[in-house]
Every structure is written in structure tokens, then in C-alpha cells.
């Protein structure tokens, strides 16, 4: 016991020994998807916990491995497989033209931090866990890199992430969408609601204010002529829905609990601040892949405090 942290101890201890209290079907949903955060963490680190024989009669079943790594190395495999995969689809329905370079981009934008959260829970529950997560997007940032400085040319993956079809366009917005990706992960991971939040915000909310912008965007905000009323009050709503379906995502599978009428509040408020900063006219020096994740982690740090 004594390597372990205290902070990561209590927290094992807490629920190998707490009692699930949501509903039955909901336990049944989470044991049968094996997503159940409470039921593998009985069945695996339990030699951390300083309980009875009752909880060590676990640890047999994981004795020859460090307890998660199988799990943890299956779905990192599957994130990466995953990532190479869904930017490879866009790049085939754009060369087939089913997909306009700037929407196969802009929707690659919204869905791969997502994809990327939404896996979080399929790790193990253990303190190592979040190292297999974060080379997910570290092993992005280093292929985003290595093809804009062109020490290696994947053409298919600069067309499909770049907006003029030049490598060196990788090592900024895109590298910072990685980046930022990484750094919620290494900073928030899956207990508590400020990495993830950000994540959406930046991910949903700014990709659709792109999306519908463009298509939607005929009224322009009067301190910014490059950005509109329909792209910034999408960016808003979709940044605030995503957030809270996240939050209800995480803490159904039992990972933290939430006030709602706070949570509530709480995200309108960043989702809120994070719309006006992206509307802001400084993208030409600060990128939104930085402005708006970053903005989101500062106030959410200060709202959600209770839950750091
Ligand atoms: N609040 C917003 C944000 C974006 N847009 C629309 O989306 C386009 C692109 O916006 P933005 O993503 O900020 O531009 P870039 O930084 O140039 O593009 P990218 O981030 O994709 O590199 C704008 O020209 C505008 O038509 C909008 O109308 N309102
Ligand atoms: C075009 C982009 C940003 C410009 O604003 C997005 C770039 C996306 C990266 C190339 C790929 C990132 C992949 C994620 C880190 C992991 C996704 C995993 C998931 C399972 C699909």
C-alpha cells in the first residue's frame, strides 16, 4: 500500500468498498457493456485496498499482469486504429466527392475529440490507465508533426486535415487540437467534468459554429466581420449540450457526481465565455484550438473546484 498515492488509494478504497446505488437496470447495462467503473475495480486493483479476505480473494484473477493492462492495451490499440481509420474515411468520401474538403475537415474537427472522450470509460480504472489514453493523441500530435515539417508525406491525411492542401497548415490548428486533447487528458482525464467540457466545447461547439457559419452565417457580429450571429449562438447551444451529455455520461458510469443545477449553470456559463472569446477578432495571432479550450479549463477549474 505504501506505493500507492494516498489521493489514488482513498479514491480505490472508496469504491471497492461503496455500495452502487443506481437503479438495477442501469448496474445490469454497465456490468453486461463491461463499462462498469465500480464492478472492474473490485475485480481488479483491489490488493490496494487494505480491506478483508473478502476483497483480496479478487486479486488472484489478475496476479500474473498488472491488473487493467490487457484492457488498457486493447482499446489503446482501438484509438489508434480508430483515429487512422475515421480521418481515412473522410479523406475516401472527399476524393470521391462526397464531401467538401472544408465540411470533410470541419467534421473530422467535431467528431474525433469526441469519439476520443467517449472511449475514456472502456479503461482500466487503474493510476496507469490515463498514460495509455494520453498516447492516443500524442502518437496524432507526432503524425501531424511529422507530416508538417515533411519529414514524411502522407498526402491522403494533409488533404483531408489541412484547409489549403499544405503540410506546414498541420503544425498549427490541428497540432493544437491534439495538443489540447493530450493536455485535458494528462490534466482532467475522466474524474471531473473540466477537461471534457473543454473538450466538447472545442470539439462540438466551435467545429458546428464553423459549419453553420458558413452556411447559415449572413448577419455578422458587429465587432467581427468574419464571424456570424448563427455560427456563434450554434457554437453556444451545441457547446452546452455536448458538455452536459458528457457530464451525464460520465457520472451515470459512476466516475464522479454532480450537482445538476450547478453542472447546469456552470456549463452555460463556460460554453458562454468560450463563444465570446472564439468570436473575438484575435484568430489571427491565437488560435480558437487554444483560446477556447483554454478559456474553458480556466473557468471551469474555478466553477467545478469541488470536484479537482
Ligand atoms: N462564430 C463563428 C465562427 C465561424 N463562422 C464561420 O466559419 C468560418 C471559419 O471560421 P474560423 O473557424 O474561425 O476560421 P479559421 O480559423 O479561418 O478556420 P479554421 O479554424 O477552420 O482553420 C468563418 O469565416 C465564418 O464564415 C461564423 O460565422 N461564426
Ligand atoms: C482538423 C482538425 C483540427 C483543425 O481544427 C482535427 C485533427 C484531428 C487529428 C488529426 C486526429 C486526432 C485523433 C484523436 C486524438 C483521437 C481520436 C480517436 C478516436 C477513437 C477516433
Known sequence: MASVPNTVYKHLHHLCTSEDSRPNSLQRLATRSSLSY???????????CSGG????????????????????????GAGFAGAYAWVRIFDILGEMGLLEQNLSRKLIHVSTGLLYVLIWPFFSPTPWSRL???????????????????????????KSISRGGTSGELLRGPLY????LTCCTVCFWRDSPVGMTAIAIMCGGDGVADIIGRHFGTVKLP?????????SMSMFGVGCV???????????????????????????????????????????????????????????????????
Open 38 to 48: 465500480k464492478a472492474r475495480i473490485v475485480a481488479a486493483p483491489c490488493k490496494w
Open 242 to 308: 455536448l458538455s452536459l451529455s458528457l457530464v451525464k455520461y460520465f457520472s451515470t458510469l459512476g466516475f464522479y457526481s454532480v450537482d445538476w443545477t450547478h453542472a447546469a449553470w456552470s456549463i452555460t456559463f463556460i460554453s458562454l465565455l468560450a463563444t465570446v472569446v472564439e468570436s473575438l477578432p484575435i484568430s489571427n495571432f491565437l488560435d480558437d484550438n487554444i483560446s477556447v479550450p483554454l478559456v474553458s479549463i480556466i473557468m471551469g477549474m474555478v466553477l467545478f473546484s469541488d470536484l479537482l
Open 132 to 158: 495509455f489514453a494520453i498516447s492516443i493523441p500524442v502518437a496524432n500530435a507526432i503524425r501531424l508533426a511529422v507530416n508538417g515539417f515533411g519529414i514524411f508525406k502522407d498526402e491522403g491525411f494533409v
Open 53 to 76: 479476505p473478502q476483497q483480496r480473494s479478487h486479486v488472484h484473477i489478475c496476479s500474473s499482469l498488472p491488473p487493467g493492462i490487457g484492457q488498457d492495451i486493447l482499446y489503446t
Open 223 to 231: 465587432y467581427n466581420s468574419s464571424k456570424s450571429w448563427a455560427g
Open 177 to 180: 487540437y491534439a495538443l489540447a
